[in-house]
């Protein structure tokens, strides 16, 4: 700063932003000095599978609601890279907080797919059993998994583990009152959490310049801790990045907010109808941007895999939509009194006493 810059009220609060970024968009790999990543290139052909698959399914389930085969469904389309990048940075003692779009960090987790379908076709009331795979059940109240979250990392923390929890949340909760007592929780007890923000643009109608004046992960240095952006459409950098992240809080070195730059390309949800609020060129620029190309470019530019490999990736994604598809279908309507079922991690009398008298009522109706 010059001595004739303005200070005090008067200084400026729009430095421009930095963006970590390891693959541009049109695959050609960059360095960064503190972010380097040395990826084999079958990680990196793991990686495009993986993009690929999560992406494949999210469009399948998609169809499923447009058929009402789904009662709603959340895309996860152009945030591939944000979640298959981080996801994919955690290791199975690690802890997941997702909200209600984390396919691909799902996907990471080995969650089958038709367990998070199961949800939305409305068979189940959460679907999977976050011990099983350090993958909390899905949250829709907006930033509230984010206290979980720091609880939990709390919790990990007194246990001595050598774990680290990783909560995700949008743009919009980062104006939650949750979030931001979260980041004060996690700051003043040096929490093992990394907050990664997936910045799609909107939270449903409301554009980002509604949630902040500045960019979002420099919110973190008011708390007391490391903010970091990061290009959400390079799997690369949010795989290089998280990890680092991961590793702090692992070593005892507190949290840090991540934010992955990235977009929305479909609906809020199969309910919205973003065409109402939003311009058509904003969506065409971010299709140059997308996460899959950028590594198939890579690919195919350093030779690293043939037209052999891209078919069969897509001969996959065809059957894996195809499978999750009839399993969805066949997916069984619970029985009515599992509605009391996991209330509690053990029995309660006051629910068994409901459950008694609401199968009661039920069986007094004739079949
Ligand atoms: C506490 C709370 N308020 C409002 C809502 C309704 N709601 C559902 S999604 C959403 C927008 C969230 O936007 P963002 O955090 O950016 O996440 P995104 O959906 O873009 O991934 C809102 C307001 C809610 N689910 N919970
Ligand atoms: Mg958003």
Redesign the pocket.
């Known amino acids: 700063m010059t001595a004739d810059a303005p200070r005090g009220v008067d200084a400026p609060v729009d430095a421009p932003p930095e963006l970590v970024q390891l693959l541009t968009p049109e695959g050609e790999r960059v360095e960064h000095p503190d972010y380097d990543i040395e990826l084999t290139a079958e990680e990196v052909r793991s990686l495009y599978r993986d993009l690929v698959l999560v992406r494949r399914v999210d469009l399948e389930a998609v169809a499923l609601q447009r058929q009402g085969e789904l009662g709603i469904w959340?895309s996860l389309l152009g945030q591939e890279a944000a979640q298959i990048g981080s996801g994919r940075a955690l290791t199975d003692a690690d802890m997941v907080f997702p909200?209600y779009?984390e396919h691909g960090v799902a996907w990471c987790r080995d969650v089958d797919p038709v367990k998070l379908l199961g949800l939305f076709r409305g068979v189940s009331n959460g679907g999977w059993d976050p011990a099983e795979h350090n993958f909390h059940l899905y949250t829709?109240?907006?930033?509230s998994q984010t206290l979980h979250a720091v609880g939990y990392a709390m919790g990990i923390q007194r246990d001595g583990a050598e774990a680290a929890t990783i909560v995700y949340?949008?743009?919009?909760?980062t104006s939650?009152g949750d979030v931001n007592e979260s980041f004060i929780w996690a700051s003043v007890f040096n929490a093992p959490i990394v907050f990664f923000c997936?910045n799609?643009q909107?939270?449903?109608s409301e554009p980002l310049e509604k949630q902040s004046k500045i960019p979002l992960y420099k919110r973190a240095s008011g708390f007391g801790f490391p903010g970091i952006r990061v290009d959400g459409n390079d799997v690369f950098a949010c795989l290089a990045v998280t990890r680092r992240a991961l590793q702090n809080a692992r070593e005892g070195q507190g949290p840090t907010l991540i934010e992955a730059f990235t977009y929305?390309m479909g609906a809020?949800t199969t309910s919205d109808d973003p065409t109402r609020y939003r311009l058509a060129d904003e969506l065409e620029a971010w299709k140059l941007k997308d996460p899959i190309e950028r590594v198939k470019a890579y690919l195919f530019k350093n030779q690293l895999a043939d037209q052999e490999f891209f078919e069969k990736i897509d001969a996959e994604a065809d059957a894996l939509g195809k499978d999750v598809r009839s399993r969805c279908l066949a997916l069984p309507d619970p029985p009515p009194g599992a509605i009391f079922d996991h209330v509690y991690a053990g029995d309660h009398p006051l629910l068994d006493e409901e459950r008694e008298q609401y199968l009661t009522y039920l069986a007094g109706f004739e079949r």
């Open positions: 959340a909200t779009r829709i109240v907006i930033g949340f949008g743009d919009g909760a939650q997936q799609n909107w939270a449903i929305r809020h």
